[in-house]
């Protein structure tokens, strides 16, 4: 079964600090994966992109990982700002379909910023 | 072109009510999703169009629940006899789906609904 999982659920961290998300997925074949970030009562907004050859991307502050081996990609938050206080969601996308099949969304980790 | 467009942004009804959402895509996408989203978990994918046809719907779909995308550009999503369980975001994106597609799903504001 397709599935993917997000950890932490949720993370309180203080301002200036960096954090890391998680995201362990099972989807297969893979496409790509992406990060997006929901501000609450908002909609969510694509952060990054990861295609299968690719490590590592950088986008501000936010640097994603995936390694496709192990199928795990990470999400990391350099020197935290208050803004960044939202939930981030993990979703995988298989190469064909659009459907409940194509796309597969994490949970999401909600991510808290303390002043 | 501002984004993808939903209304109302919140809804509150009495159970057994009907309510509807419209959404307005980017204008170029072809494909349209909606989604619903309950407090603390990740949207869940209820259906989704191909200009104006309707090519998949999830189980979640039950039948007091109908979308259209009847000229392939706005879409509504229509739910009938609303029960508390209806309570949630409902969520709309659409996408160029084709060559200029890169995955990225456009979502709206979301339509928040409450049925007392």
């Known amino acids: 079964k397709n599935q993917v999982e997000q950890s932490p659920q949720s993370l309180i961290i203080l301002e200036g600090k960096n954090c890391t998300l998680q995201?362990?997925?099972?989807?297969?074949?893979?496409?790509?994966l992406r990060w997006y970030k929901q501000d609450t009562g908002r909609g969510p907004v694509s952060l990054t992109i990861?295609?299968?050859?690719?490590n590592t991307k950088s986008n501000g502050r936010y640097t994603a990982t995936l390694d496709a081996d192990t199928k795990q990609s990470s999400l990391h938050i350099t020197a935290s700002q208050l803004s960044d206080s939202a939930s981030y969601i993990c979703v995988v996308s298989r190469p064909s379909g659009g459907g409940a099949d194509g796309l597969t969304f994490g949970k999401g980790t909600h991510l808290i910023i303390q002043p | 072109d501002t984004g993808v467009s939903q209304n109302p942004r919140h809804k509150i009804t009495k159970r057994g009510q009907n309510v509807t959402f419209r959404c307005d895509p980017i204008?170029?996408?072809?494909?349209l999703y909606w989604y619903r989203q309950t407090l603390g978990q990740g949207p869940e994918f209820l259906t989704y169009?191909?200009?104006?046809?309707?090519?998949?719907k999830s189980r979640l779909l039950s039948d007091r629940f109908s979308a259209e995308r009847p000229k392939g550009s706005f879409s509504t999503l229509e739910i009938q006899r609303t029960e508390q369980g209806d309570s949630a975001m409902y969520l709309c994106?659409?996408?160029?789906?084709?060559?200029?597609?890169?995955?990225?799903?456009?979502f709206g504001e979301g339509s928040r609904l409450t049925v007392l």
């Open positions: 990861m295609t299968f050859s690719e």
């Open positions: 204008s170029e996408h072809n494909r």
């Open positions: 995201c362990n997925y099972t989807v297969s074949p893979f496409s790509n």
């Open positions: 169009f191909q200009n104006e046809a309707q090519l998949e």
């Open positions: 994106a659409s996408t160029p789906w084709g060559a200029r597609d890169t995955g990225e799903l456009f």
